[in-house]
């Protein structure tokens, strides 16, 4: 089920309360203290699943992470509540305090706890109890001191862990501190800053998305507590607001955070975030799901539906073999626990939400947690989900013999996320993932020190996953560690040494309040200029074709250093200027093909693009090993005219090929790097990391005129594969017998025709009338044809700059008929061929399919 933001706020601004919501639960009162034993039950779990052996593990990590912080409470020094947190100006130690005090409380709470120290204990509870009443006192109740650093803590996370713990001792806190409930309430209210009235304001950029999951939630615990059924009424129906599919032609409160038509989800107006922020909601909204349950206040039947389709057309394609992909990270791509970790939460979401489905819904959702399970490359760990009810849940769909594994998505699939400007591509044997960058989206997301080198991580990046590979050992944060910025794998970049935000500025963002655009650690202008900040070009986008893809790209400079050419931006504000490229990718079976044209840069400094980035264990066996244009074999590393080149690492059983289609002379490095993981993030451990670097690399001499580069990667490739691809194209307008053609690579017309699957793919990036191939092409557009000798035409049709209203495409010769297509599209005979009009206005990238007979 699809809700259009706009007919739900439509409908709630009528109506004051969505369907989905009943008019009224049958006893507020009894609805109200299920509320409270649902949310107690989905942390603490339940007599029944904490008997189950499953839990055992998660229930002593409770219990002995509460005695550590009962320990340190007695350690505790002045202005210290737990030792060594200091309190009183670090927002994220005062946050740290009350989490471990929700903490304690849980453990106190655990149905069936075997722990005589903590179980029902009113001493820790009392312990509990006077730590909220001295942190309220001294560091939190006095507004005016209050509000320093970082707003999440103050409007989501410290709110978040209050309500959590007054809801734990609830029974406490009314027999002997009943003032502390709506005491820590009136506080909660009043640090919503960004809201209305002490409440969610849906006009507010810092209310939307996942904050507003996390605001909401909390608002929901609050209402039940306080016997209001209105404050949980309001609350729901703010959430409510995270279900709408973004229309992004129809913004309702200028909000563009959340999912949208295609599978993306943004948040921060422009990042995309399915694999932090995306997660992160998905778990909120299954968690409210779960604490509405059995209450008048359930909407579970009509919303599960929603939350299905997020994670079969937004999670799915992300997630290789248990691992997230990068390309959906934003700054938590230099966090050390993502990837597999990521997927965990994921996991018990898909466990819950199956509890809430039905017949075949519930089934797949189950199937699909036994295929994360069954081809993760590492152990998927129950005890690192929230509720000891869903360690039961996971166990008895492990156990369920009728249930079979199945991933979500099909064996080869192709998946254009151009709402976030990001691209997957899925065969068995790999997973390649594309991120791009636009006017629309940001290059990369910095913030709080975190992804301290970021700047060409949305320029093209791309990762090449193989199957049965531990993948940590090639991404993550060791990847972003030990590979330089500027050679990332697809990346463009000019020879220069950029310095991070901390480097420039002493402090982890730009601050010049005197400033007219008022930069702020959390102003817009910080946000546009610094922590994610978009390109220029309006051109990013592709088609999709069945199960293939081809993609284009304008590489621009982002806004900083447009505006600070402009004079828009303070003297002091360093801004970076980028190389130039126009750049396309053609997605295949086997192959991953790569064409840039006008790689350059304007003032002449020298350029270098990564052909690829791969990283291995110092210690494993790497052999790179390829053939010269003119036949003789090469051994790497080194500098070279290559026609192929293979990389492997035997001890890993990996291997990838590199087919150079048109290119200069290629330089093939592999260097031993040792970095401490604290160059990504200032908050790392500061843990030394040792890889070997593969580079594949085409340089670009300083002050050379732009240049043209033409090449494909081969997953999974051995020897005879790459020789058996001929010397497909010389670079000087003649092939051999390989399947690959290039038949254009300049900045207006980029295409490849793949003769044995018979594929036509092109991408054009200027006004005009583009030839090539039998098709004419009018104005910027991708387009993929595929011919079946004695078969039908298919053509697929998108506008990557999303905003031309109709596309065209002529196809020369015999004239064709619509045998069947998407709506919108018009078939007509023309002389010369047949005329194909697409009717792309308000399409936002999506592709339109038709199927034409002769």
Not at 192 to 221: C, Y
Request: charged share 20%; hydrophobic share 40%.
């Amino acid at each position: 089920m699809e809700i259009s933001r706009r007919f739900l706020l439509s409908a709630l601004s009528a109506a004051g309360l969505l369907t989905v919501i009943p008019a009224r639960p049958a006893n507020a009162a009894a609805d109200g203290a299920r509320l409270l034993s649902n949310t107690v039950a989905v942390f603490a779990g339940t007599a029944e699943s904490n008997a189950r052996p499953e839990t055992a593990v998660k229930l002593a990590a409770v219990e002995n992470r509460a005695r550590a912080h009962l320990g340190s409470m007695d350690a505790a020094g002045p202005d210290e509540l737990f030792a060594g947190l200091a309190l009183g100006a670090n927002e994220a130690n005062l946050s740290t305090a009350f989490r471990q005090l929700y903490e304690i409380a849980l453990a106190t709470r655990i149905p069936g706890g075997a722990a005589p120290d903590l179980h029902q204990s009113a001493a820790a509870q009392r312990r509990v109890l006077d730590g909220l009443v001295r942190l309220h006192e001294q560091y939190y109740g006095d507004q005016s001191r209050g509000y320093y650093g970082n707003w999440f803590h103050w409007e989501i996370g410290i709110s978040q862990h209050i309500s959590r713990t007054l809801v734990l001792l609830d029974d406490r806190v009314r027999a002997e501190r009943p003032e502390l409930l709506p005491t820590y309430v009136a506080s909660m209210d009043a640090y919503l800053r960004n809201g209305l009235n002490g409440d969610v304001n849906l006009d507010s950029r810092f209310h939307t998305g996942a904050n507003l999951a996390d605001i909401t939630t909390n608002r929901i615990l609050q209402g039940a507590l306080l016997g209001d059924e209105s404050r949980i009424r309001k609350a729901l129906t703010d959430q409510l607001t995270v279900f709408a599919t973004i229309d992004p032609y129809r913004l309702n409160h200028g909000v563009t955070d959340g999912y949208y038509a295609d599978g993306s989800f943004i948040q921060h107006a422009s990042v995309a975030y399915t694999g932090s922020y995306g997660k992160g909601l998905l778990t909120r909204i299954v968690q409210t799901l779960k604490i509405l349950g059995g209450t008048g206040f359930a909407h579970g039947a009509e919303l599960v539906p929603t939350v299905q389709g997020w994670v079969r057309n937004g999670f799915a394609p992300l997630i290789f073999e248990g691992w997230m992909m990068e390309i959906v990270k934003g700054r938590a791509v230099s966090r050390p626990d993502t990837g597999y970790t990521d997927v965990t939460v994921v996991v018990e979401a898909v466990v819950d939400l199956s509890s809430l489905a039905s017949g075949a819904d519930a089934t797949a959702l189950k199937s699909y947690v036994k295929h994360l399970r069954a081809t993760s490359r590492a152990a998927l760990d129950p005890a690192g989900f929230v509720s000891p009810v869903s360690i039961v849940r996971y166990a008895d769909i492990l156990g369920d013999d009728s249930v079979p594994p199945a991933d979500l998505n099909p064996a080869s699939r192709s998946v254009a996320f151009n709402a976030m400007d990001r691209n997957v591509h899925r065969r068995p044997g790999y997973a390649f993932a594309l991120a791009r960058s636009s006017e629309r989206i940001s290059k990369y997301e910095y913030m709080s020190g975190e992804n301290l080198m970021p700047w060409f991580q949305g320029d093209g990046a791309y990762y090449l996953y193989l199957a049965g590979q531990d993948q940590t050992r090639a991404y993550g944060v060791d990847y972003f560690t030990t590979v330089p910025p500027y050679g990332l794998a697809g990346v463009t970049a000019p020879v220069e040494q950029r310095r991070s935000i901390p480097e420039l500025y002493g402090k982890p963002y730009y601050d010049d309040s005197g400033h007219p655009l008022n930069f702020t650690s959390s102003s817009a202008s910080q946000n546009t200029y610094v922590y994610f900040p978009c390109g220029t070009a309006r051109h990013s986008g592709g088609a999709v074709l069945g199960a293939y893809g081809a993609i284009g790209m304008v590489q621009s400079g982002d806004v900083a250093h447009r505006d600070k050419a402009a004079g828009v931006l303070p003297e002091d504000f360093v801004a970076y200027r980028n190389a130039t490229a126009t750049k396309s990718w053609f997605l295949f079976d086997d192959e991953i093909v790569v064409l840039a044209a006008g790689v350059g840069d304007t003032t002449g400094r020298a350029v270098t693009t990564t052909v690829d980035a791969r990283t291995a264990a110092p210690d494993d066996r790497l052999a790179v090993t390829g053939m010269l244009r003119d036949g003789r074999p090469w051994n790497g590393p080194g500098t070279a005219d290559l026609r192929w080149l293979r990389y492997a690492n035997a001890t890993r059983g990996a291997a990838v090929g590199y087919l150079f289609l048109d290119t200069p002379r290629v330089r093939v490095s592999l260097d031993g790097v040792t970095r401490s993981r604290r160059v990504v993030r200032t908050s790392n451990p500061d843990t030394a990391v040792s890889r070997t670097v593969l580079g594949v690399t085409c340089d670009l001499a300083p002050g050379a005129r732009p240049s043209r580069l033409a090449y494909a990667l081969v997953p999974n490739a051995d020897e005879a594969c790459l020789r058996s691809y001929g010397d497909r194209h010389r670079g000087d307008g003649s092939d051999g017998d390989g399947p690959l053609k290039i038949l254009a690579n300049t900045p207006c017309l980029q295409a490849v025709t793949h003769t044995r699957l018979g594929l036509t793919a092109v991408n054009s990036f200027a006004p005009g009338r583009h030839e090539t191939a039998g098709m004419r092409v009018e104005g910027p557009a991708s387009v993929i044809v595929q011919r079946v000798r004695r078969g039908p035409t298919t053509v697929a049709v998108a506008d990557p700059t999303m905003g031309r209203d109709q596309v065209s495409v002529l196809v020369r010769g015999r004239s064709l008929r619509k045998v069947t297509s998407d709506d919108g599209i018009r078939v007509s005979r023309v002389p010369g061929g047949t005329r194909l009009d697409f009717d792309t206005r308000h399409a936002y990238g999506r592709s339109f399919t038709v199927v034409l007979r002769g």
